[in-house]
């Protein structure tokens, strides 16, 4: 049987997927010839991650095909019903990256409270003839230990996120209209483990009180940050989005940063990838990254052991 991995695979999952007798093929096939691709080899399985997308189109006219795989958390790019209506298995990796997404968001939060993604810029131009004026500029940074961090969706990513800042010794406080309190335990190195439980709180409360904000929710019809909700949050206040672009109203986020509504955001996502707008990436007030939450060797080494563990289970 043959794998298509068409958005890649870590060899972790390639070896796991050879060593059970399948075929894997890394080959990266242009979307508007993937049926005949997949038809003209017989592909069993179809690995694809945010660039693919498997629609209809795909689903209606591959019969060789058994299982589609998303390595990451959102389906998004996929026609998840309509594939299992017609008897194909759906599989994603929700817990692979989950880590190395909530490293991302504090990476952008200790880079802003420090003014490092100002300072990365200003360095090379202005250093070396204005190095007393830039340290001056940048000595207002703040501390995360001690501050309060509101959670937008507490499912898995929203708890590693939410463990990370536990242990820099922040006040946690968390919105999920689906779950009422989670028990987060925080391992140690040496084999310790301390345990802290989180009752979900109304989305008004966590914006009020939040110094920090991060969004871990699914991609949704309406905004879940917008102008109602930054006229709720503190001037103070550093937002992260690392989940979908399209939950945050970008225009919105603008205009919010220029009246002084809010400090600073990061963007990892974007509504127009993998265009974003002009307006976002020329504003210093923007921390922004190119949708890499899970792409770390750790992630990625998780994802395809977790691909290949559910594929050989389903079809060995």
Not at 67 to 83: H, K, P, Q, T
Not at 172 to 194: C, K, M, R, S, Y
Not at 222 to 241: D, R, T
Request: net charge negative; charged share 20%; with cysteine.
């Amino acid at each position: 049987m043959k794998v298509l991995a068409n958005d890649g695979i870590a060899q972790s999952g390639i070896i796991d997927l050879e060593n059970a007798g399948f075929e894997v093929i890394l080959t990266t096939v242009a979307q508007n010839q993937l049926v005949d691709y997949i038809n003209k080899n017989e592909i069993t399985v179809i690995l694809v991650r945010s660039a693919t997308t498997v629609r209809k189109d795909i689903i209606d006219n591959c019969p060789s095909l058994k299982i589609i795989g998303r390595g990451g958390v959102g389906m998004d790019n996929i026609d998840v019903e309509y594939a299992r209506e017609k008897g194909l298995q759906v599989i994603n990796t929700p817990a692979a990256s989950s880590h190395s997404v909530a490293e991302l968001v504090f990476g952008h939060f200790y880079g802003m409270a420090r003014f490092l993604n100002n300072s990365n810029r200003d360095m090379p131009l202005e250093g070396d003839s204005n190095f007393k004026g830039l340290k001056k500029a940048y000595a207002k940074g703040v501390e995360l230990k001690g501050k309060t961090l509101g959670v937008l969706g507490i499912g898995r990513i929203g708890q590693a996120t939410a463990k990370v800042a536990l242990g820099a010794g922040m006040k946690v406080i968390a919105f999920d209209p689906f779950i009422d309190n989670v028990n987060l335990e925080l391992d140690f190195f040496d084999g310790q483990t301390v345990n802290f439980d989180i009752q979900t709180i109304s989305k008004e409360e966590v914006l009020k009180q939040a110094d920090f904000i991060t969004l871990h929710v699914p991609a949704q019809d309406e905004y879940v940050i917008g102008a109602a909700e930054f006229e709720i949050m503190k001037n103070s206040a550093i937002l992260v989005n690392a989940a979908r672009g399209g939950v945050v109203d970008e225009v919105a986020l603008v205009k919010a940063l220029e009246e002084g509504q809010i400090a600073k955001a990061a963007l990892d996502v974007f509504e127009k990838e993998p265009k974003p707008e002009i307006q976002l990436l020329m504003n210093s007030s923007l921390s922004l990254s190119p949708h890499i939450g899970a792409a770390t060797a750790e992630a990625q080494d998780r994802i395809g052991s977790e691909l290949a563990s559910q594929i050989i289970s389903i079809l060995k």
